[in-house]
């Protein structure tokens, strides 16, 4: 079965420091696909990313960056420098070629503070 | 624009009147999706159609139904037999159904039933 642990439930930091939102994922499949969404206090869902599990080069767009690391099974996400506008929660979510959907974690609660 | 739009934002009901929440899309996305999100929750799957006139339960389809007359709309309708129906839901749309592509997602209605 696929499953998606992102075990900080909630996180605070003081902005401009860098923080790091950790997921860990379980599957038996060789391929498959990881991503993650932001969700700001409006509600709706924006998405970030997405790798595939051949690709394991890590990703930066401007304070993001994900580290993709197969052998833990895990696609962590860091903020650096945040501002308060990474305020919000964060989803991790795995999908595979044989499924009709993707599965998400419980989602990472990301306070900073001013 | 291209986007997905959920109505009401708001929507408030008397408990045992069924409701139905409007979802529509302008991505041309083949396949649809609807989720149930509970406070402090992640997201859960309702419902989800693959294509138009196709549709299938997902993990807590009990008490919702849904339809697919359109590409473009994937209505759901909240029934007097869901027995917490107090929610946020959030509709998603993707190109094709499966796990290796991303959900994008409307802003969401937050249903309050009273």
């Known amino acids: 079965a696929q499953k998606v642990t992102q075990a900080q439930t909630e996180i605070s930091v003081v902005e401009k420091e860098d923080v790091t939102l950790d997921c860990v994922y379980e599957t038996r499949d060789t391929t498959y696909y990881l991503f993650w969404y932001k969700q700001p206090p409006s509600g709706e869902l924006v998405f970030l990313i997405r790798r595939n599990s051949f690709d394991e080069q890590n990703e930066i767009s401007g304070r993001y960056s994900w580290n993709f690391q197969k052998s833990t099974s895990s696609f962590n996400f860091t903020i650096t420098a945040s501002q308060v506008v990474d305020s919000a929660v964060y989803f991790c979510?795995?999908?595979?070629?044989?499924?009709?959907?993707?599965?998400f974690g419980k989602g990472t609660r990301l306070h900073i503070l001013p | 624009d291209g986007g997905i739009t959920q109505s009401p934002k708001y929507l408030f009901r008397k408990e045992g009147q069924n409701v139905t929440l409007s979802c529509e899309q302008n991505?041309?996305?083949?396949?649809m999706y609807w989720y149930r999100q509970d406070p402090g929750q992640g997201l859960r799957l309702i419902y989800y159609?693959?294509?138009?006139?196709?549709?299938q339960k997902g993990d807590i389809a009990e008490g919702y139904s849904v339809s697919r007359e359109k590409k473009e709309s994937f209505p759901l309708t909240v029934t007097s037999a869901q027995k917490n129906p107090t929610a946020f839901y959030l509709c998603?749309?993707?190109?094709?159904?499966?796990?290796?592509?991303?959900?994008?997602f409307g802003p969401g209605t937050r249903l309050t039933v009273l």
């Open positions: 159609s693959q294509i138009v006139n196709d549709f």
């Open positions: 991505l041309n996305h083949d396949a």
């Open positions: 998603a749309s993707s190109i094709s159904s499966g796990g290796r592509n991303e959900q994008f």
């Open positions: 979510a795995l999908g595979a070629n044989r499924d009709d959907k993707i599965i």
